[in-house]
């Protein structure tokens, strides 16, 4: 990944809840790797390495605050907010010194990923491939026109079906790539079926759901690997202001189900061409940074 080695920097990053903050001190940001293995899709992974020069600390963190998700020949360890699913860093003891821990830059402040250069890895075809955990679980209605998908978490815990049109190059519903300060840190892209048309399946144990701000919707993740899932009302929502924008709210979550593209099996996401919607500057209250 390029950077400017003139050009020495302080970044600070953090999950989306705050329970984790780290800062590193290294060269400028310029690009970052989009690699195509199957932890990375699920979850939106775009990485660089701490060099060996390079300065990183934990600022705040507990061992509670941070899930370790590993697998195959568990030669690399994924972490994660264990409260709101960021993917924050993933390490490596093996590896040469300056290869052995990766920043998620989704997580750094102020840093703005659309702009990044992409350096592709192609991590899908090294090891053994990645066999996508069966759907178990029970199926939406069948629409005239539509097409059933299906799709899981990485570990398999948490399956999902959709009944959506076909996810291709013909696909005319809105795909959003949004940068607000949860979408952009935990890598998902949106689509939007009707309600009815998507089934989250698993153990309600294995399941976690954020929520924040007005409280209204959540965020749905494995706990076990942190792929995050769907975005839905809050089961637990609490009584809010009876006004325009909480009604909107409420008449939304009540037509529409969104999907993390990502964690749908046999979906060329290359085919399907997302909006960039600038949440982080139009939606109020502001993100504040820990």
Not at 65 to 90: I, M, W
Not at 100 to 129: C, E, P
Not at 178 to 184: D, F, K, P, T
């Amino acid at each position: 990944m390029a950077t400017d080695t003139a050009t020495r920097r302080t970044y600070r990053g953090n999950c989306h809840c705050g329970a984790f903050v780290y800062e590193v001190d290294m060269p400028e940001i310029k690009s970052a790797c989009d690699c195509n293995c199957s932890i990375c899709r699920k979850k939106g992974y775009l990485s660089i390495l701490v060099g060996a020069d390079d300065e990183y600390r934990a600022i705040k963190w507990s061992e509670e605050d941070l899930t370790e998700y590993t697998f195959g020949p568990k030669n690399y360890v994924h972490q994660f907010c264990s409260r709101c699913a960021t993917p924050v860093t993933g390490y490596c003891p093996n590896a040469p010194p300056g290869r052995q821990r990766a920043l998620i830059v989704r997580a750094i402040q102020g840093l703005n990923t659309w702009s990044l250069d992409k350096v592709i890895f192609d991590g899908a075809a090294l090891g053994n491939r990645y066999e996508s955990p069966e759907y178990k679980g029970s199926l939406p209605p069948a629409v005239e026109g539509s097409k059933l998908y299906t799709g899981s978490c990485h570990c398999g815990k948490l399956g999902i079906a959709v009944m959506s049109k076909p996810l291709d190059e013909t696909y005319s519903d809105r795909v959003v790539d949004c940068n607000c300060s949860i979408c952009e840190r935990n890598g998902c892209r949106w689509i939007y079926p009707p309600s009815g048309a998507v089934i989250l399946s698993g153990n309600e144990a294995d399941m976690g759901r954020y929520s924040f701000g007005r409280h209204m919707l959540c965020k749905t993740f494995c706990k076990t690997c942190g792929v995050c899932m769907t975005n839905g009302p809050n089961p637990q929502m609490p009584e809010v202001e009876d006004n325009e924008e909480n009604r909107a709210t409420k008449n939304w979550l009540a037509s529409y189900s969104p999907v993390n593209l990502r964690v749908l099996d046999g979906v060329d996401m290359s085919r399907l061409k997302p909006t960039q919607v600038d949440g982080a500057g139009k939606m109020d209250p502001q993100y504040e940074n820990p």
